[in-house]
């Protein structure tokens, strides 16, 4: 029976991207479809009554959300360059990490450079916090792996669940950053992490698999204007 | 072989070599489980009810949460929360991690995930549901009031229905079988009579389905023995309005 797999995603969403690298990191061959955040269609609303949100996969004809779910849906369809380590211990640690990124290292960042002036500083100290304890996560890895053949032996196939899920930590932050001319994230400050970025971002299927860099800034350039005429 | 070799060998190969064998799935067998828990927390019996529902032996440290324990400390530096499931000194933080980690390691009795891929992805869709929408939901109702506790009942029992309409008419959220989903959502009963309590209404009457899938949930020994006594909860939620000012 022929496969199925079509993709619902936004072009500057580093969620729909995470999924978009797995995919091809297995091989996978996929219908993208742009979705319209401004008039969200009638068939994202249908794969994804619950959050309507990208992305959404559909295997099949049988739809999927959370991108953190997708990449484990991913990894136990089809076979491969797995994203996360065949042993429990390891998994659990990996799962760890991609949920500290989504639940508090994003969160905290998009607070420092987008939130209101009164709770900047504050949630600016947490993330500075937590990329603190991410970068000690990484110690002395290039990635933070456990995928394929396991973690420090560099290249593609060694790209985990953990990289890609920290694809916003490696790309959207710098470029949010010189849009609203906040700087959280540089060299001195994390020099490990600053080596992980260049190393991720010196994989093929992780930057051909990115929004271009202009594109994106200039997003967030007009969102930044916006909000300022908004006050 | 020479007869005069056999015993030889038998002494000084075989019989050692069967007896480390022996010793070494022995040691295996000896695994070391501890929780690191707080009696209230729905975090902390999903926990207990996969280790129960594997049957492993583990022993329950009850933290206290004003006071944190130097191992708390050091099992979870990052979070420094319970639960902490501690494995052979190593540690799992984050009660689905720990329970998916559970049914990974012991996987040859009672399993938590379906095996399918798509059922395993609906699984987990649901639980990060669950973790995200119903704990802070659930505290809004008991920690405010007036108008603010009314929006709060409102968009709790919103998703109360959203799980109901998603059991429908299955005995459990996987099917036919008690599974993840169940297990991250059944611990938050022991908080019902409390919000119900709190907030002036009624759960039964809002979600009948969902309660009836509750009862079938507290049937088995491993969810009965884990949940704690409504009553008892709604007196420690008391005791935290007290202590917050909440009236």
Redesign the interface.
Known sequence: MAEEVKLFGLWGSPFSRRVEIALKIKGVKYEYIEDDLQNKSALLLKYNPVHKKVPVLLHNGKPIAESLVLLEYIDETWEGNPNLPPDPYERAQARFWAKFIDEKCLPALWKALFGEESEQEKAMEEALQNLKMLEKELKDKRLFGGGGGGGGGGGEESIGLVDIAANFIAYWVGIIQEAVGAEILNRERFPVLYKWIDELLSCSVIRENLPPRDKMLAYFISRVQAAKASK | MDNSLTPLVLKRLLVPTLLHLGFRKTLTMADEVVLLDFWPSPFGMRVRIALAEKGIKYEYKEEDLRNKSPLLLKMNP?HKQIPVLI?NG?P???SL??V??ID??WKDKSPILPSD??Q???A??WA??IDKKIYVSGKKVWQTKGEEQEEAKKEFIGHLK?LEGELGDKAFFGGECFGFVDVALVPFYSWFYAYETCGSFSIEAECPKLMAWVKRCMQRDSVAKSLPDQHKVYDFVLQLKKKFGIE
Do not use: G, S, T, W
């Open positions: 990052v494995h190593k799992v933080n984050e991690i720990a998916q980690y990974e390691v891929p798509y395993r992805a609906l987990r869709f990060d549901y959203m």
